[in-house]
Antibody, heavy 123, light 106 residues
Framework: QVQLQQSGPGLVKPSQTLSLTCDISGDTVSSNSAAWHWIRQSPSRGLEWLGRTYYRYKWYNDYVVSVKSRITINADTSKNQFSLQLNSVTPEDTAVYYC?????????????WGLGTLVTVSS | SYELTQPPSVSVSPGQTASITCSGDRLGDKDTWWYQQKPGQSPVLVIYQKSYRPPGIPERFSGSNSGNTATLTISGTQPMDEADYYCQAWDSTTGVFGTGTKVTVL
């Protein structure tokens, strides 16, 4: 059974960096059949895919264009986790942030999700 | 950017059929996934690759794609199916979610 445990602050000041971590159990971040995603949800924007990292004999990243200049997703194989950093945040980045696994078993569908972290951007 | 449009709400009586549409340019040429989300919970995958159900998802959930539209059908809708539903597809290397549909079982 795969579990994704999210951690990170729930309050970030404008212009600062949002940082979240997702600890993986039941799978490995360097799996050749999985990808590791960050997705957020807000009333105004609905569900929004932010990006992913995955390993296919080397590491790859993809990001949504709207945040591409501000986002970094990294994997840490020693801790079996992956992280999200979003720079220069504004109140529009206030949302519930989810980590999720995409698996080849479901052609890339997101079969396991973290519980979500509400991140509020406010001074 | 690629967009997927869903009706904001669908109402259905218990035991009847609910159909939720998802429209996008050439969506029929793409794989589509569907997620169910109940209040305060994370989304759950209910359909993958247009029409396949993961283990544990009831047979009353089915999916189809044609032209510019993907459809999630819930046959014999039960009160427990009341939730928000989101379609999802890939535009090259970017994931895209639909606008979401609230299904109300009256």
């Amino acid at each position: 059974q795969v579990q994704l445990q999210q951690s990170g602050p729930g309050l970030v000041k404008p212009s600062q960096t949002l940082s979240l971590t997702c600890d993986i159990s039941g799978d490995t971040v360097s799996s050749n059949s999985a990808a590791w995603h960050w997705i957020r949800q807000s009333p105004s924007r609905g569900l929004e895919w932010l990006g992913r990292t995955y390993y296919r004999y080397k590491w790859y990243n993809d990001y949504v264009v709207s945040v591409k200049s501000r986002i970094t997703i990294n994997a840490d194989t020693s801790k079996n986790q992956f992280s999200l950093q979003l720079n220069s945040v504004t109140p529009e980045d206030t949302a519930v942030y989810y980590c999720a696994r995409g698996t080849g078993r479901y052609a890339g569908g997101f079969d396991y999700w973290g519980l979500g972290t509400l991140v509020t951007v406010s001074s | 950017s690629y967009e997927l449009t869903q009706p904001p709400s669908v109402s259905v009586s218990p035991g009847q059929t609910a159909s939720i549409t998802c429209s996008g340019d050439r969506l029929g040429d793409k794989d589509t996934w569907w997620y169910q989300q109940k209040p305060g919970q994370s989304p759950v995958l209910v359909i993958y690759q247009k029409s396949y159900r993961p283990p544990g998802i009831p047979e009353r959930f089915s999916g189809s794609n044609s032209g510019n539209t993907a459809t999630l059908t819930i046959s014999g809708t039960q009160p427990m199916d009341e939730a928000d539903y989101y379609c999802q597809a890939w535009d090259s290397t970017t994931g895209v979610f639909g606008t979401g549909t609230k299904v109300t079982v009256l």
